[in-house]
């Protein structure tokens, strides 16, 4: 026996939980699809966050539900307007590697008010998106940490 507290291992099994150990996959767009398109695709594949990306697969912005909300009632043509006009896009964007640590990421989704954040892997002139860790991955890790013993 240790001596150490339960918090101790708790904190101690957390800090061990890398961004790679429960991620999701990414849903990706091209930028020249049409908010139409965007939104048909954020309910098709279920999810609340959109990773746009240009013609070589590099991550260039991120779509939210409230931005295609916004975009929706307000007077653009969602069949002809793309989502780059609408989406937030590089730099701005809140981004981690696989083997960040799930705390870390987590207190970024916090700090930053952001559902998501992506999973990316340096290509040279930008970012390949290879998965997603939303506020969902932090729920789930935070139940299976307490079925760890
Ligand atoms: P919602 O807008 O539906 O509440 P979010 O809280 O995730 O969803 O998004 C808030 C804003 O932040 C949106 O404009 C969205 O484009 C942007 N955003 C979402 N994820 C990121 C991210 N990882 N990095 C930077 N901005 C982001």
């Known amino acids: 026996y240790t001596g150490k ?8 099994s957390l800090k061990k939980i890398k961004v790679e150990d429960y991620q999701s996959l990414p849903v990706v767009i091209n930028e020249s699809v049409s908010i139409y398109d965007a939104i048909v695709s954020m309910f098709l594949e279920d999810v609340g966050t959109l990773y746009v990306v240009d013609e070589d697969s590099l991550l260039v912005g991120v779509l939210s539900r409230k931005d ?3 975009a929706s009632i307000g007077k653009q043509d969602l069949n002809t307007v793309p989502v780059n006009i609408i989406m937030t896009r590089m730099p701005n964007i809140t981004l981690c590697r696989k083997d960040d640590l799930l705390i870390d990421v987590a207190e970024k989704l916090i700090e930053k008010q952001i559902d998501s954040i992506p999973i990316v892997k340096d290509k040279g002139r930008g970012y390949e998106v290879t998965g997603r ?17």
């Open 68 to 70: 295609l909300l916004r």
């Open 133 to 149: 860790i939303s506020k969902t991955t932090i729920t789930k890790a935070f139940v299976s940490l307490m079925h760890t013993d």
């Open 5 to 12: 507290s339960r918090t101790q291992l708790l904190s101690e």
